[in-house]
């Protein structure tokens, strides 16, 4: 088992997985948090192997813990998430990057290129920030519905706004 962050491709063996468990410093998890733009991140774990799979390719497969806090998008009020995910890596000696700007993703969104060293912590801190909710949400809060207007006139809603609105208001003119 190993703590390093960056593993040398050359150093793994290729017969038995090689084991890593990272769990960042107080100076690291406040860096990270920075990095992420969080408000704190209390709690972070990476840990799993890294296995040959075929001649020249390698497989990571782990486990990331994480306890984050985030501001709420409502209220700024701080929100408390428990992350746990599961992270796989497939990196091929053979990858070919695609030549155009604009390309198709792939299927396996889990292949990257093979280089000399594999960085833990370049793979920890992208699964975490891939993990993150985008918008989190104190319980019991709720955005809610700003209505503007001049006087005098009936307020467009959010439910006027929706493609088959107009054709709701069609229809109930034509009864009448």
Known sequence: MTDQTVLRVADLAQNAPTGFDLQPDDATL???AGALGLADLRKLRF??????HGR??????????????QPCVVTLEPVTTRIETDVSRLYLAEFEEPAETEAEMPEDDRIEALGRVIDL?????EALSLALPQYPR????????AVFT???KAPMRDEDARPFAGL????DKLKD
């Open 30 to 32: 406040k860096a990270l």
């Open 47 to 52: 840990a799993g192997q890294i296995a040959a």
């Open 56 to 69: 020249h390719d390698w497989e990571l497969t782990g486990r990331l813990g994480a306890t984050v806090v």
């Open 121 to 125: 912590a370049a793979v920890m801190a």
């Open 138 to 145: 104190k319980d019991g809060v709720e955005l809610g519905e």
């Open 150 to 152: 001049e006087s005098g």
């Open 168 to 171: 709701a208001g069609l229809r």
